[in-house]
């Protein structure tokens, strides 16, 4: 697939919840993912369809996703954006929170080799 057809797939895909899918059929065996900050004194890079589907796991099971927009997605070349506006409810301390952050994807040989999330920084 094109850069263009992989960047559409994960954006109807994830409007629809399809997370573990867009895992499943978009990302390389090998994908390298990096969070704005780790959890828990964890690295914010994973590596691996391995440590990829646990931080998505982790994720679903921890939070009560109230609503997610999805936009974009925005492409040039073998990148694309997609941006991610999500209220969420911490399951265990029960805290509310709205986030909005954007996904930045590298797609290498048909598949996204590497995803990068950068969170919203409110200036004063």
């Given at each position: 697939m094109k850069t263009e057809e992989i960047a559409a797939k994960l954006v109807e895909l994830c409007r629809k919840n399809g997370w573990m899918k867009a895992i499943d059929t978009l990302y390389?065996?090998?994908i390298v993912s990096v969070e704005a900050r780790g959890m828990d004194g964890?690295?914010?890079e994973?590596?691996?369809i391995a440590q990829v589907r646990g931080k998505t796991d982790w994720w679903l099971q921890n939070m009560d996703?109230?609503?997610v927009k999805v936009g974009g997605p925005f492409v040039a070349h073998?990148?694309?954006v997609v941006q991610y506006?999500?209220?969420v409810t911490d399951k265990n301390s029960k805290k509310r929170m709205q986030m909005s952050e954007v996904g930045v994807y590298?797609?290498?040989a048909g598949k996204i080799t590497r995803e990068e999330f950068l969170p919203l920084t409110e200036l004063e």
């Amino acid at each position: 697939m094109k850069t263009e057809e992989i960047a559409a797939k994960l954006v109807e895909l994830c409007r629809k919840n399809g997370w573990m899918k867009a895992i499943d059929t978009l990302y390389d065996k090998d994908i390298v993912s990096v969070e704005a900050r780790g959890m828990d004194g964890e690295s914010p890079e994973k590596r691996g369809i391995a440590q990829v589907r646990g931080k998505t796991d982790w994720w679903l099971q921890n939070m009560d996703m109230h609503s997610v927009k999805v936009g974009g997605p925005f492409v040039a070349h073998d990148h694309f954006v997609v941006q991610y506006d999500i209220d969420v409810t911490d399951k265990n301390s029960k805290k509310r929170m709205q986030m909005s952050e954007v996904g930045v994807y590298t797609v290498k040989a048909g598949k996204i080799t590497r995803e990068e999330f950068l969170p919203l920084t409110e200036l004063e």
